[in-house]
């Protein structure tokens, strides 16, 4: 079973994956990507240059960074998952998806009946209860954009788990085949819970409720796709099988146990009961040793295959967010600590711990997997070269980010302990703003080079590479 996802299994002729589908909510993907990545420049540039684009309604702090976010996880990384899982989902159940009909109208209510209705939304700022923006982390697309977001999970919950519950390898799953389960089966339910309940639940009822969402959007929608991802492409590119079947299985089952209780660590200190408070810190601490062994096991499978990992742009993208992946979440178990919370909260050391999240491991790892499609599927066009510059500028500008945040939210924290005046911390940080905002420009071109890269038309020695 460790075996099932082999090099050669990559093209399996059993296989009758929609190449269409999955180069349509590829693009999708790269497009969301940039707009959501400028809006986020734009929304660091107005920290260090507060009159920017004053006189435009459309483009106040708060609208632009709904956008960003809203963009990231349901343009960017959602389109990402979708190309995957329509590539990988038939290689793993040994039959095809449900409905290529089914697909296409998946795409467009993802794209044209939620991402872009609820980018328009969010600008539009109407007062109507269905259409007005929600003040929910990862979740402000209006009420009537989340109906639309609720379907589609349940629409791709008919699509790829299906052909894995009735297919031939029914029996004997690998793991990314339960962490698609997992995924889309904890995502359709935790989704209505952290993201519409609230709205509905006053007071901090309402607050605990979100919790199910604003951590879980995370935990249980990212991070099992994510994981199905680095679990397919690793042994799929190195030609080996996971080092451990059990590790990997033991994993699984810990996350899906343990990460519904983690949300509320956003709001220790809160008036949600304390006890709630302390489960959701035990909670943090518990996932956090389950990411130590997760990796371990990510790690240990590329043993020999370093020198691959190395020159092949895909996989190295795909490790390099796997080690990512370890530093945020023992980054996050730690922050869950009351001692560590007085320092951190509301600094920019939350802001870079969840950029190191959503652009360092799970970008990291759904770009290295779209360029393993994309070097595996043919009439799709590859450029390793282009790729290679889009690794290196992407992971320049990120750590030049996560180190300038982090060090400035420490020197925050420490300042907000004493008596000064809350406007000196605030001219304190503005060279470190700075730097935020210039770390996005090589994200940003590096965003462009990893379009040429799945969009160009590659040399003969670059095809050659690729293959």
């Known amino acids: 079973m460790n075996a099932l996802i082999t090099a050669e299994g990559e093209h399996s002729p059993r296989c009758a994956v929609s190449t269409a589908l999955t180069r349509a909510h590829g693009y999708a993907a790269l497009a969301t990507l940039v707009i959501s990545g400028l809006c986020g420049l734009v929304v660091a540039l107005k920290f260090v240059l507060p009159d920017f684009l004053t006189n435009t309604p459309s483009a106040t702090w708060g609208l632009l960074r709904y956008d960003h976010t809203q963009g990231i996880m349901f343009g960017w990384l959602g389109n990402g ?157 190195t030609g080996k099988p996971i080092y451990s079947h059990f590790i990997s299985m033991l994993g699984f089952w810990i996350l899906f146990f343990v990460y519904p209780l983690n949300g509320t660590h956003h709001y220790v200190y809160s008036a949600i009961p304390m006890d709630t408070q302390k489960a959701a810190i035990a909670a943090s601490l518990l996932l956090g040793c389950d990411v130590i062994m997760v990796v371990y096991n990510l790690l240990r499978s590329l043993d020999g295959s370093w020198k691959l990992a190395r020159q092949n742009v895909a996989l190295r993208f795909i490790w390099v967010g796997v080690v990512f992946y370890l530093v945020v979440s023992v980054q996050g178990a730690l922050q869950a600590l009351m001692p560590v919370q007085r320092t951190i909260h509301f600094t920019d050391w939350v802001i870079g711990h969840s950029h190191l999240a959503m652009l360092g491991f799970a970008s990291f790892i759904a770009t290295g997997t779209l360029l393993h499609i994309w070097q595996n599927l043919t009439g799709l066009r590859y450029h390793p070269r282009h790729a290679n510059r889009a690794f290196w500028l992407i992971f320049g500008g990120l750590m030049l980010m996560v180190v300038d945040l982090s060090v400035i939210g420490i020197i925050q924290g420490r300042m907000w302990a004493t008596t000064q005046p809350w406007m000196d911390s605030v001219r304190m940080s503005m060279p470190w703003w700075w730097i935020r905002a210039i770390s996005g420009l090589p994200i940003l071109l590096g965003f462009g080079f990893l379009i040429a890269a799945m969009a160009g038309k590659p040399t003969e020695d670059n095809a050659r590479e690729a293959r």
């Open 81 to 237: 998952f979708l190309a995957f899982l329509y590539f990988a989902t038939p290689r793993l159940a040994g039959r095809d998806v449900f409905s290529a009909r089914l697909g296409w109208a998946l795409f467009i209510l993802w794209n044209v009946g939620q991402v872009l209705p609820g980018w328009i939304l969010i600008e539009a700022n109407l007062p109507q209860r269905l259409l007005a923006i929600k003040p929910l982390e990862w979740t402000e697309f209006p009420l009537a954009i989340n109906a639309v977001t609720e379907l589609c999970l349940m629409l791709m919950v008919v699509q790829f788990l299906w052909p894995l519950i009735v297919g031939p390898e029914r029996h004997r799953l690998y793991i990314s085949a339960w962490y698609i389960l997992g995924g889309a089966v904890f995502s359709a339910l935790a989704f209505p819970m952290g993201s519409l309940v609230p709205e509905f639940t006053p007071g901090a009822v309402g607050a605990a409720f979100s919790g199910l969402w604003i951590h879980d959007a995370v935990g249980l929608l990212v991070t099992p796709f994510i994981l199905a991802m680095a679990y397919y492409v690793i042994p799929a590119t």
